[in-house]
């Protein structure tokens, strides 16, 4: 079965600091891995996905099978990255049922 | 495009009775995935329809129920509601047949008392 964990609630960060939120996964077969993210007010948004080793907003996550980690990364974080963090994981490719972590609450404090 | 829809925003119901919640995804989006968001168990994946048809299911009990119509729009329903289901249900749709982005839905907020 696959899971998803994300072992920090709540992550507070000064302006400037770098930013790590942990997600670690356990699933027997080839994922797919997201972040998403929840800004006050606004709806659950992709903020990035393994596959295409974008960096979004300054944020980068590599997959890291040995350890089965899919950690994000920011080095400066920003006011604006305060935000509810998810990671997430796709049974396989052709599905789209995503499998969540229980989230990070991200505060940078000004 | 016009983002992902769900009607009704806010809904109340009594413990027994059945809801329907509906979901229209961004045009040309063809996959629509439904979550139920709980402070307890977070988000959980209720099931995924794809032109028409049903292609994977949550470890969800036969109450929830849904279906998809011709223009993707999507329905789901729950019939003899308890008071655990109470809950945030968030629709997503894809415009692709796996494993892309899903575009979220602001949610519809079911109250079961």
């Known amino acids: 079965a696959q899971r998803v964990t994300q072992p920090e609630k709540l992550l507070s960060v000064f302006k400037g600091a770098p930013v790590e939120l942990k997600c670690n996964y356990s699933y027997s077969g080839s994922p797919e891995l997201f972040w998403y993210v929840q800004y006050s007010r606004q709806r659950l948004q992709l903020l990035l996905r393994?596959?295409s080793r974008e960096s979004i907003k300054g944020f980068t996550a590599d997959l890291n099978k040995g350890e089965t980690s899919f950690h994000l990364k920011k080095p400066f974080a920003q006011e604006e990255d305060s935000a509810m963090y998810y990671c997430a994981l796709s049974s396989r490719t052709g599905a789209n049922n995503l499998f969540f972590g229980t989230g990070t609450r991200l505060t940078v404090i000004p | 495009k016009a983002g992902v829809t769900q009607t009704p925003r806010y809904l109340i119901k009594t413990r027994g009775q059945q809801v329907t919640l509906s979901c229209s995804p961004i045009s040309g989006h063809r996959s629509v995935s439904w979550y139920q968001q709980t402070p307890g168990q977070g988000l959980q994946f209720l099931f995924e329809?794809?032109?028409?048809?049903?292609?994977n299911k949550g470890n969800f009990p036969g109450r929830f129920s849904g279906r998809q119509f011709s223009n993707s729009r999507s329905e789901m329903n729950v019939s003899t509601l308890e008071l655990g289901d109470s809950a945030l249900y968030l629709c997503a749709s894809s415009d692709a047949s796996g494993a892309d982005t899903q575009y979220f839905g602001p949610g519809t907020r079911l109250t079961v008392l």
């Open positions: 393994h596959i």
């Open positions: 329809y794809f032109s028409e048809t049903q292609r």
